[in-house]
Structure formats: C-alpha cells, structure tokens
C-alpha cells in the first residue's frame, strides 16, 4: 500500500492505494498554523479509523496547492511511515506531456488527475474539478495536456454572495426541488447550483467547439458528485481520480 495526499486549500484528502485500487479515503481540514507533529496525529487517527496497520505503508506520494502547508505535511508522513514521500513537482516523471506557457505553474492536483483520466478512458477529454475553486483541464487527442479553465469554487461563489449582500443570510447547498424558487432561500440555492452547473456545461460545449471534435468529460473533487447528477452533459463521476493520478505517478518514480 502507498499513501496518498492531496493538500488543497480546503481539504487535505489522503488514501491508502493498492495495486491501483483505493482501499480508504478520507479528508482532514487544511490548517495553515498545525505542526508536522499535529497533522502526524491526525493522520495516525485516519489510518487506525479505517484499520490501516501504517508498518505495511511502503511510501507516500503528496501533491499541493498549499505551499505553506506543504513541509509540515510531507514531514508529518515521513514521521507516519518511516520515509521521506514524494512531491509531485519539478522532476517528478509523469508521463503527460504539458502544452503551456509555463508548464511548471500548473497545479500537481491538475496534473494527477489528467494522469489518471488518460490511464481510465480515451482522449480526447475534459477534467471537471469541483473544488474550493472549480478548475477545467483538457487533454487532447494525442494525450497531450493542452491548459483549460480556472473560476470560483461553489462554496466561495455562496460566501460571497452571503457576505456583499445584506439580506442573503448563508445557506447550504442541498439541491432545490425546482429551478423557479419561491422563498429567497430556494432563489439562492437554485441560482448558485444550477447557475454553477451552467458555467460547466457551457465552458464543456465551448471547449468541444474549439478543438472540433467530441470529448469525454470527467467530473471529480469533493462537490462532484452534485454536479454530475444535475448538469445536463453526460458526463461521469470519480470521486478517485486524483489518488489514483497519484498512484500512476508513484509508480513511474519508485
């Protein structure tokens, strides 16, 4: 089993991996001021939660978008599982060949997920992750990662909203029954999801316009499953995607 770690800025998702199979996931909230030994604490607490004996752990794989999370983490697994884990950067082999500006700005989570969506289904494809921000990446025909999207996560759309207005109040984001709302809370919460869902199918059908051709389209990060259910493409749901980029990585480093 290796383990595997994404740090966003919200959440950090962690999962045991074996054999390309994910034996558990869970998440923990991302913390700017915990110590290495407190995430360590925490992350022993998730491995004894989901019966993980961590002497069987061979290594760890991390990926982050929290640069000043990142140390405190990777040491705090090193103290786990007795070995320094790898970080997915400058470096790393990944075997996608990035087609940007400046291929090292990429995000690694952008960059796993891409790994996994190329090694479950064919290109070309277009990656939905439903995260603190909602991020769009696309792969084209020749496997090549070729750039993508970048706009305002869901949950943040909402704070706002709540926080600029005066008499929005903060509200969940449990699906109404209708678009019509008939109370300003089912108004806020049909205009946030469907809006959301929305920007997603028409970001999907401009990018299929610009490349000329039709695309699979994946949805993960942790509102994914939501979206997937009510926007109106076909499009599939995996909760996994990015552990098991992370495992693929792995592989290709060990």
């Keep these: 089993m290796i383990l595997a770690i994404d740090i966003g800025n919200t959440h950090i998702v962690l999962g045991g991996i074996t054999e390309g199979n994910v ?3 869970a998440r923990i909230s991302t913390d700017r001021i915990k110590t290495e030994d407190e995430y360590g604490v925490e992350i022993m607490n998730i491995l004894k939660l989901y019966n993980i004996d961590r002497n069987k752990i061979e290594g760890g794989i991390i990926s982050s978008v929290v640069p000043g999370v990142l140390n405190c983490v990777k040491q705090a697994v090193e103290l786990v599982i007795g070995s320094e884990p790898l970080v997915v950067g400058p470096g790393i082999k990944t075997g996608l060949n990035i087609l940007m500006d400046n291929p090292a700005s990429v995000g690694s989570d952008r ?3 891409a790994v996994a969506a190329l090694d479950e289904i064919k290109p070309p494809v277009i990656i939905v992750d439903m995260g603190t921000a909602t991020t769009i990446d696309v792969v084209d025909k020749n496997k090549n990662y070729i750039g993508g999207a970048i706009m305002p996560g869901v949950e943040i759309s909402l704070q706002a909203l709540a926080a600029r207005t005066a008499q929005l109040p903060s509200i969940g984001l449990e699906k109404p029954k209708k678009v019509i709302g008939k109370n300003t ?10 809006g959301a869902a929305g920007m997603i199918d ?3 059908e401009r ?3 610009e490349l000329g051709e039709d695309c ?3 949805i993960t990060g942790g509102l994914g499953k939501n979206f997937a259910e009510i926007c109106k493409g076909d499009y599939i749901y995996n909760e996994e995607l990015l552990l098991k980029g992370l495992y693929i990585i792995y592989s290709k480093n060990r």
């Design 23 to 25: 034996d558990f996931m």
């Design 111 to 113: 960059i796993a997920s």
């Design 185 to 194: 809370i089912d108004c806020m919460k049909s205009g946030v999801l469907f």
């Design 202 to 204: 028409g970001c999907v």
């Design 207 to 209: 990018i299929k316009e």
């Design 216 to 218: 699979n389209v994946i």
